[in-house]
């Protein structure tokens, strides 16, 4: 199966150098469009979502993030980098379990 | 002490008793599925945070490298050069459950071209960005894998967590202060019970022992003037007491 990139242009160029297709999205409707076409075609195994456009749609990705196995749909970074308020992994665990680790 | 609101009968007691012994038996399967769900977890922890850091910077190289390039050779070159690579790496994505929750595991295969494009009218800071991102692409069904197991294991385990609590805290001792409620209220009411039954003997009982007592030597009505054998036989007293043994 294939992977595939929703969200910002650079990312989306980025990844097509190494023969990764994407859609190019900036509103949240053009996300929504292409979430929808991904997540209904057969060959799509990850679909990676930048996170300046996952913003515009949080509720239903965090659904897909903790539904969808077929396709694995993930947040990655744009090129602005890391959103200082999303919660790194280690967060997420630290306020799972209550201690850090 | 909180109780629930249901009055104090002995099919109540039963049925809450049985809830009772529900409740704790799914606070001990829940417990442990807690536990499971920690050292999974912590297993992960340690991967999932090396991983997220190198992959953020790996990325930052480059988006840094790919900006490059497109300053040097226009955008629409690079979406050209991009036109010519015609393999990437193959993903099959598998789930297994661990307690309940889906736990993708992701395989890849293959990779894509070295350098597929024209070397004739490309710039090196093109090799660059393509280098980058092929270390990013080769990271990344290690990464969605790890991230979408700890989202997954982590949102659950809050959930096992609040229900555990739930149970422990609050609905395991309310069962048990409504419990312990009726059944003192039962005994109450047995010792009552008892008590009403020895003092009715006793009332019952007196004619036989002490003179009869005025209550019984005083007709109802005298509806017959004073003629009515039925009356004359209760105010008689005696033999009725051997009712109640």
Redesign the interface.
Known sequence: ???LVIGHP??V????????HGQVARTAEEVNQALDEALSAEDV??V?VTEDVADLIQPRMDQL??RS????V????G?E??RPDRP???E??R????VR? | MTRINVPPTRSNLLRIKQELEFAREGYEILDKKREVL?TE??R???D??TL?KQ??EL??T??RA??KT?LTMG?ER??W??LA?????????R?HGVMGV?I?T?EARGE??EMPYSLGDTRAT?DE??AA??E??NR??E??????S??????E??KT?RRVNALQYIFIPDYEDTVAFIEKALEEREREETFRLKRLKTKTARPTIGPPTREYEQPYRDIAGGKSPIYRDISGGGPRSGEFG
């Open positions: 199966m294939k992977m650079e990312t160029l980025g990844f097509s150098l190494v023969g990764v195994g990850i990676l993030k903790l196995t077929v396709p694995l993930v947040e990655i970074p090129p980098g890391p790194s992994l280690s997420v665990i306020r799972a379990i209550g680790i | 920690s977890l912590i992960l922890a340690h999932a945070e997220q992959m953020w990325l930052n480059a988006y790919l900006e497109e955008q690079v979406e050069a991009a690579v015609n393999k990437t790496v193959e993903v099959q994505v789930a889906p993708p992701v894509p071209p093109l960005a393509s991102f092929r990013v692409l990344i069904p990464l969605s894998e790890l991230m979408t700890v989202w997954r294991l982590a949102r385990l809050r967590q």
